[in-house]
Each structure stands twice: as structure tokens, then as C-alpha cells.
T-cell receptor, first 116, second 115 residues
Framework: GAGVSQSPRYKVAKRGQDVALRCDPI?????LFWYQQALGQGPEFLTY????????KSGLPSDRFFAERPEGSVSTLKIQRTQQEDSAVYLC??????????????FGPGTRLTVL | AQSVSQHNHHVILSEAASLELGCNYS??????LFWYVQYPGQHLQLLLK????DPLVKGIKGFEAEFIKSKFSFNLRKPSVQWSDTAEYFC?????????????WGLGTSLAVNP
């Protein structure tokens, strides 16, 4: 595709509900990242995939957060038993290569999650 | 703690004024440095990046940034801002260049340019 797309763009969940956020990276991009951006803050790293392998999940805040990229393209971030503190914009980014210089991350528009 | 600091949270300028936004980081070793911009209603996009070589980096839309290793700084500059530069600006660092590509971000600076 022309860019990184994310769906839904907006999600309202009741506390305790499970949510699934989808990311479609740019076609052919090897690397995929998830970030969480709370209101008035910079993005915070959550997890990183190289193709289908999740190489870094050190930023996932709890075991309620789970991400997958089973075929090395589309990724889903799942949050179980949502809490109010999970309210944030969830950003997905992809980059062409697995490493090396000039490896720009391209960002999607984000999914704004509001937990009531 | 390792971090990225942006000194100015809100900046208001008139058109044609010069801009400098500060960014400092606290990581040792080799780092990759980035400035991203988010225009109202749009997604994050890359303004410029530093990986190696000339510490003065030029980006899109007339922006530039200077990497000063001894000061752990990567300040963003533009000689003459325009109303269309109104946006949120984020400094980001890859603290373990080449091995882990996750970005560590500053809190952002909101820039408003008055016509």
C-alpha cells in the first residue's frame, strides 16, 4: 500500500473488555513496531517484529498486552481486560530493512483507544 | 535513567522568526538520532536523521539539526518559520544503533506560528 494503515482509527471500550488493533505495514517492509502514546507524551516503545519473529517485547506494560505478526505482514496488538490507564493512541510503524543505517520508520495514523 | 529531553514544550513564534528546539539524550556509545513532525490531524513523519558523518544534517522543508556529541545534543533549527510549520515536533534516539532499532522519544514540542 501507499503507507501504513491502522484500524480502527478510534475505539471505545468498557473497562474489562478485550480489544484488537490492526496494523497493515507498507508492503515488503521487514520491520514492524508498536508504540503507545499517552496524551501529552511522546511515543513509548511496546514491541518489535522482524518478519514474523517478535524480537523485542520489552515495552509491553503487562501480560494483558499481546502482539502477533503470524505471516510477517499484518500485525495485531491485543489488549485483554482493558483498564483506564490503557487509554492512549497506539501507533504502528514499519521499516524496509531489518537493520543498518538509513532505516526510517514510517508511521500509521494510530488508533485512539479510550477505556471507560 | 536513560532518556531523551526536549527543553521546550510549547513555543510560539511569528512568521519569519528563527527556530531552535533543544534535544538532549543520556545514552553513551553510538546512537542514531531523529526528528519527527506531526502536523495537525496527520501522522508522524520524518524531518531528518543522523546516522554518521557530517554532524550538520539537512532535512525537509528547510529544517536542519546539529549533532554535538560532547553535549549529547541534537538541536533542530530553521532560519525562518512559516505558518505551515505549526505542528508537534519529536526528537527520538535509537540508543543501540544497529542492534536494536526501537526509538526512545522525547515528550515533544508544540510549535505555533502566528501569521
Amino acid at each position: 500500500g501507499a503507507g501504513v494503515s491502522q484500524s480502527p482509527r478510534y475505539k471505545v471500550a468498557k473497562r474489562g473488555q478485550d480489544v484488537a488493533l490492526r496494523c497493515d505495514p507498507i508492503s515488503g517492509h521487514v520491520s514492524l513496531f508498536w508504540y503507545q502514546q499517552a496524551l501529552g507524551q511522546g511515543p513509548e516503545f511496546l514491541t518489535y517484529f522482524q518478519n514474523e519473529a517478535q524480537l523485542d517485547k520489552s515495552g509491553l506494560p503487562s501480560d494483558r498486552f499481546f502482539a502477533e505478526r503470524p505471516e510477517g505482514s499484518v500485525s495485531t496488538l491485543k489488549i485483554q481486560r482493558t483498564q483506564q490507564e490503557d487509554s492512549a493512541v497506539y501507533l504502528c510503524a514499519s521499516s524496509l530493512r531489518a537493520g543498518g543505517p538509513h532505516n526510517e520508520q514510517f508511521f500509521g495514523p494510530g488508533t485512539r483507544l479510550t477505556v471507560l | 535513567a536513560q532518556s531523551v529531553s526536549q527543553h521546550n514544550h510549547h513555543v510560539i513564534l511569528s512568521e519569519a522568526a528563527s527556530l531552535e528546539l533543544g534535544c538532549n539524550y543520556s545514552y553513551g556509545g553510538t546512537v542514531n538520532l531523529f526528528w519527527y513532525v506531526q502536523y495537525p490531524g496527520q501522522h508522524l513523519q520524518l524531518l531528518l536523521k543522523y546516522f554518521s558523518g557530517d554532524p550538520l544534517v539537512k532535512g525537509i522543508k528547510g529544517f536542519e539539526a546539529e549533532f554535538i556529541k560532547s553535549k549529547f545534543s541534537f538541536n533542530l533549527r530553521k532560519p525562518s518559520v512559516q505558518w505551515s510549520d505549526t505542528a508537534e515536533y519529536f526528537c527520538a534516539v535509537n540508543p543501540n544503533a544497529g542492534n536494536n532499532r526501537k526509538l526512545i522519544w522525547g515528550l515533544g514540542t508544540s510549535l505555533a506560528v502566528n501569521p
